[in-house]
């Protein structure tokens, strides 16, 4: 579904980042796997996609730092020469309640999260042609809101705001900009739930599971392909029907 196709992938080295990577992959993207700590992780996923078949660029960095992002967009484009699809995937969460959340926190919350997406696609979009894809990964909480993490729920939220005023401003270039808003899905983001907090999460969702990476890289998959031409500005929400609006 993407042949000749190259796309940006950022926080890819695990989780809902690497299965997008994957999938991108075994659709014949030629995919830049882009990472900040975890060098192991990461090598891993550009293992597990060459060993595929697949085409993966390794892509150290911050996102919230633009020197780094410049780094990122520049190691791509020199064995690229274009970007038609990135996808703002990065995140970090700290469950906490507000009166906990220190400067130091949310500040850090919301550059990766909000303006990492911001640097990304500041960087990227001259190298986007008519036809090109940017998909952010928000959340649920963007909607709900949360009662443990409002640095968290306000970045995705932004990210939302960032992404209809995108699809505005780069409609007349042909540029379709979606969200995915993920329910809760089984990553190391969540692996400090309890085994009863688990549980109940699961209760709550209609669905009666926890989503997979993988639902997430197919609603990807499908927002990066031309199957999704005629939709921009749009969330897909992928929550097992856990809020539905
Ligand atoms: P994860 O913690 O497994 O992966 C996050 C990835 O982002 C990692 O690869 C990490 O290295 C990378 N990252 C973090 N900070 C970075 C930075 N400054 N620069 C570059 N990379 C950075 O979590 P996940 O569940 O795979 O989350 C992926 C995205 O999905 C996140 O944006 C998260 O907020 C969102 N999301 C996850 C869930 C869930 O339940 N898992 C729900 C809703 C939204």
Known sequence: ?????????????????????????QNNAIVGINYNTSDLKAEETIKQIKQ??????LLKGDVSNPKDVETIVNTFVSETKKIDILVNNAGIYKRSNFEKISYDT????????????????????PYMKP??????????????G????????SS?????????????????KKINVNAVAPGTIDTDIIANYSEEIRKQRIKEIPLNRLGTPDDIANTCLFLASNLSDYITGETINVNGGLYIH
């Open 156 to 172: 995705k939220a932004g990210m939302l705001g960032l992404m209809r005023s995108l699809a505005l401003e780069l409609a007349c």
């Open 131 to 144: 036809g090109s894809k940017i998909i952010f990964i928000s959340s649920q909480l963007a909607f709900r």
């Open 52 to 57: 595929k078949g697949g085409k993966a660029i």
């Open 106 to 125: 949310w500040n850090k919350v919301i550059s990766t999260n909000l303006t990492g997406c911001f640097n990304l696609c500041k960087q990227a979009l």
């Open 146 to 153: 949360s009662s443990h993490g409002a640095d968290y729920a």
């Open 1 to 25: 579904m993407l042949k000749g196709k190259v796309a940006i992938i950022t926080g890819a080295s695990r989780g809902i980042g690497r299965a997008i990577a994957n999938n991108f992959a």
